[in-house]
């Protein structure tokens, strides 16, 4: 997922950092922007543009100390700009209007980018308290733009003679307008002070829940002191979680939850008892802290949406993406639901014989789904991880795996730079190069689990590649596999060297822009197109040519077996039932969510849970949605509310396209060439279904999607 939409402040924080306007001329703003503290002219190190290579941020320099000072300039710098351009006394033209917005807020980009990017991977107390503090005053510095009528007036009079622009420079106008009408600058005055105050609420709310989900990962573990209950575990595996609890001064194996409800571990732990409560810690975790906040959240979401007239929240969400309203999500999730709950019953039918057999009765229960899917994944694939891990050494799968299959793809090369600095010890940076040795842009690679980052994976920014600026990118991957022991090597699952590979393909993405303006460069696209890239990356790791130049045991050298690839690639679509249905529940979830209208009122959120589970026909106990409501960061911390769908619906296109390129060749540098000429560069300069179909020759179909999850054959 972007980090631009992780969290609400990262999210109001980075639509400033694509350079979308911020202004101010209600005097009022310029006391909110001062509520942080005074404006300080001084130097520090996020004053200037970074000196290093590709403006790479300075983090052996930055100080937390320089962050509020600079917040707060930065805003009151660009709030200044905003009103010379709102006031600008020439008639409004693109050039004086749209591009000096572009061109606006350089520090308030710089300072946004380095924060928002670190508080999600090394937060600490300090980090928490200015974003909680940041959130009410962006917000109101973005209304204090978007509600502005000077500054409106301007760009509908440059909208209404968009024709004689050329192709980008119109789509940044649509852009614009866009973005003016949807935050309410048609309104009158008193709906637009209603507007403000919702905003602000909202934007703290979602702070504070992104900022609780932190806390649980921080505060509920489970410690467990009798090694005997981690049968199952390899002795790497619990070393592991021994040096987890010494990291965090507590005694014994500390487990730590993923972001998922599902929990990785579960696969491997025989105790019963004990997978129950880690189970259950991860599926109530954050209720009593968010559960009230999301309930206010969807109100308030509610009520914005009928103030700028839509029947709900996700009638608005969607209308400016792909899928343009919720009936178009709804058909594609409905029609793929049945099918895939009648899988996982098929899957569930062959777990509890494996349970039966070791002597449980009864259905499956939620915690028991993970361990005997992974006995019965042995049985018919004669699979076990521990076989597998050795020959998905973490080094291997980046450096021989992706990079090499890069290289194929794109002709890109990658040389590791390390002079430059890193924010952790853990992360390492690359400099990009394509075949003929001219720069790309760099990639940072941040590997580990630890206290103080955020759960799941992500792709983010620190500099977005523009012609305007003449920038370069500079782009970074997160991901959370848990750290070995000192001097014990990184073994990936499959499913976490497939989750690496993914990443890049949003990285991708972000390093292959050809993009004249920030706010359309890169990865800012629409929600349900952004997920492409990185959905057909993920499918190159098990390219023959690719998979044979990775998969090597750590110790050895030796090539994986073919007969244990050829398992490994038979089990790809073992346990689809499971996997799309908790994933077709938590997006469902996510639009039941936000299709309630602002007269509707909600107040019990399990029993929303499992109303909205029941109207889609998936409230199946043993398979829960992938996040429930008190965690699922995506809706209710980022910028994915009534958009978890993007995934799928990405997805169609993903596997359509790889489908079209193995037609055609497979893995050969012309299809690579193609699909970064006409998708990773375009960003979102041209419309986005219009550059599909310029490199597939049509519209995707949902064939490829279903073979994919292996629903048909």
């Known amino acids: 997922?972007?980090?631009?939409?992780?969290?609400?402040?990262?999210?109001?924080?980075?639509?400033?950092?694509?350079?979308?306007?911020?202004?101010?001329?209600?005097?009022?703003?310029?006391?909110?922007?001062?509520?942080?503290?005074?404006?300080?002219?001084?130097?520090?190190?996020?004053?200037?543009?970074?000196?290093?290579?590709?403006?790479?941020?300075?983090?052996?320099k930055i100080q937390m100390s320089d962050y509020e000072p600079m917040f707060t300039q930065g805003m009151a710098e660009h709030a200044a700009e905003m009103e010379t351009i709102a006031n600008n006394a020439e008639p409004a033209s693109f050039a004086n209007t749209l591009v000096a917005m572009e061109k606006s807020g350089e520090l308030l980009n710089r300072v946004s980018t380095v924060f928002f990017a670190l508080s999600g991977v090394i937060s600490n107390d300090e980090f928490l308290r200015i974003e909680a503090e940041l959130a009410p005053l962006l917000s109101a510095h973005s209304d204090n733009i978007y509600l502005n009528p000077t500054l409106f007036k301007r760009v509908e009079t440059i909208n209404a003679s968009k024709a004689d622009l050329n192709a980008e420079?119109?789509?940044?106008?649509?852009?614009?307008?866009?973005?003016?009408?949807?935050?309410?600058?048609?309104?009158?005055?008193?709906?637009?002070?209603?507007?403000?105050?919702?905003?602000?609420?909202?934007?703290?709310?979602?702070?504070?829940?992104?900022?609780?989900?932190?806390?649980?990962?921080?505060?509920?573990?489970?410690?467990?002191?009798d090694k005997t209950q981690l049968n199952g575990l390899s002795e790497a595996d619990i070393a592991s979680l021994a040096e987890a609890a010494k990291g965090a001064d507590k005694k014994g194996y500390m487990i730590t939850l993923v972001n998922t409800t599902r929990q990785p571990i579960l696969s491997s732990l025989a105790n019963r008892d004990l997978r129950q409560q880690i189970w259950q810690a991860s599926a109530n975790?954050?209720?009593?802290?968010?559960?009230?906040?999301?309930?206010?959240?969807?109100?308030?979401?509610?009520?914005?949406?009928?103030?700028?007239?839509?029947?709900?929240?996700?009638?608005?969400?969607?209308?400016?993406?792909m899928a343009k309203n919720p009936a178009a999500v709804l058909a594609i999730l409905d029609k793929l639901a049945p099918q895939a709950l009648v899988k996982a019953k098929i899957e569930a039918a062959d777990i509890e014989e494996q349970m039966h057999a070791d002597g449980l009765s009864g259905e499956v229960q939620a915690w028991d789904w993970a361990y005997y899917a992974e006995k019965v994944r042995k049985a018919k694939y004669d699979l076990d991880d521990s076989q597998v891990k050795p020959y998905f050494e973490l080094n291997s799968v980046l450096e021989n795996g992706l990079f090499f299959a890069m290289e194929k793809l794109y002709g890109i090369h990658f040389k590791e730079r390390k002079d430059l600095p890193v924010y952790h010890e853990d992360v390492r940076c690359f400099e990009v190069f394509n075949q003929d040795n001219s720069t790309v842009g760099l990639f940072y690679f941040d590997p580990y689990a630890r206290e103080g980052k955020g759960g799941g994976a992500w792709m983010g920014e620190f500099v977005s590649q523009n012609f305007l600026?003449?920038?370069?990118?500079?782009?970074?991957?997160?991901?959370?596999?848990?750290?070995?022991?000192?001097?014990?090597?990184?073994?990936?699952s499959f499913d976490e060297a497939t989750t690496l590979f993914h990443e890049f393909g949003h990285a991708a993405h972000g390093?292959?822009?050809?993009?004249?303006?920030?706010?359309?460069?890169?990865?800012?696209?629409?929600?349900?197109?952004?997920?492409?890239?990185?959905?057909?990356?993920?499918?190159?790791?098990?390219?023959?040519?690719?998979?044979?130049?990775?998969?090597?045991?750590?110790?050895?050298?030796?090539?994986?077996?073919?007969?244990?690839?050829?398992?490994?690639?038979?089990?790809?679509?073992?346990?689809?039932?499971?996997?799309?249905?908790?994933?077709?529940?938590?997006?469902?979830?996510?639009?039941?969510?936000?299709m309630i209208g602002a007269d509707t009122k909600i107040t019990d959120v399990a029993a929303f849970e499992k109303q909205a589970l029941a109207k889609?026909?998936?409230?199946?106990?043993?398979?829960?949605?992938?996040?429930?409501?008190?965690?699922?960061?995506?809706?209710?911390?980022?910028?994915?509310?009534?958009?978890?769908?993007?995934?799928?619906?990405?997805e169609v296109f993903a596997a359509d396209a790889f489908a079209h390129m193995q037609k055609n060749g497979g893995l050969t540098r012309k299809n690579g060439d193609e699909f970064r000429e006409k998708i990773l560069s375009i960003g979102n300069s041209k419309d986005l279904m219009e550059s599909y179909v310029g490199f597939r020759g049509q519209q995707p179909d949902t064939d490829a999607l279903l073979k994919r999850r292996g629903l048909v054959h």
Not at 476 to 487: D, I, R, S, T
């Open 511 to 594: 390093l292959f822009s050809q993009v004249k303006y920030p706010s359309l460069a890169g990865t800012n696209t629409a929600r349900d197109f952004v997920e492409f890239p990185s959905q057909f990356n993920e499918d190159w790791d098990i390219e023959p040519s690719i998979i044979a130049n990775y998969a090597k045991h750590y110790q050895t050298g030796e090539a994986i077996p073919a007969d244990l690839l050829e398992r490994v690639l038979n089990s790809v679509k073992f346990n689809q039932g499971y996997d799309t249905t908790e994933y077709l529940a938590a997006a469902l979830l996510d639009m039941e969510w936000h």
């Open 169 to 225: 420079d119109q789509r940044l106008v649509d852009y614009y307008y866009s973005e003016f009408i949807r935050a309410g600058a048609k309104l009158n005055d008193i709906q637009k002070a209603s507007m403000r105050d919702i905003n602000e609420q909202i934007s703290s709310l979602q702070t504070e829940f992104s900022q609780n989900l932190l806390a649980s990962f921080k505060n509920d573990v489970i410690l467990v002191q």
């Open 469 to 492: 600026f003449k920038d370069k990118p500079v782009v970074f991957n997160v991901l959370n596999n848990v750290k070995p022991a000192p001097g014990q090597p990184t073994l990936l």
């Open 616 to 650: 889609h026909g998936l409230n199946y106990a043993p398979i829960p949605p992938r996040y429930k409501s008190a965690y699922f960061s995506h809706t209710f911390a980022g910028g994915y509310s009534a958009g978890y769908y993007a995934y799928l619906w990405t």
């Open 1 to 60: 997922m972007r980090t631009t939409l992780l969290a609400t402040a990262i999210s109001a924080a980075l639509a400033l950092t694509a350079c979308s306007p911020s202004v101010t001329t209600d005097p009022s703003a310029k006391t909110d922007s001062t509520k942080m503290m005074e404006v300080k002219q001084f130097m520090n190190v996020l004053s200037e543009k970074s000196p290093l290579d590709f403006q790479a941020p300075q983090f052996d």
């Open 285 to 321: 975790r954050a209720m009593d802290t968010n559960g009230p906040i999301l309930l206010k959240l969807v109100q308030l979401r509610a009520e914005k949406a009928s103030l700028l007239g839509y029947a709900n929240w996700a009638s608005y969400s969607t209308e400016d993406q």
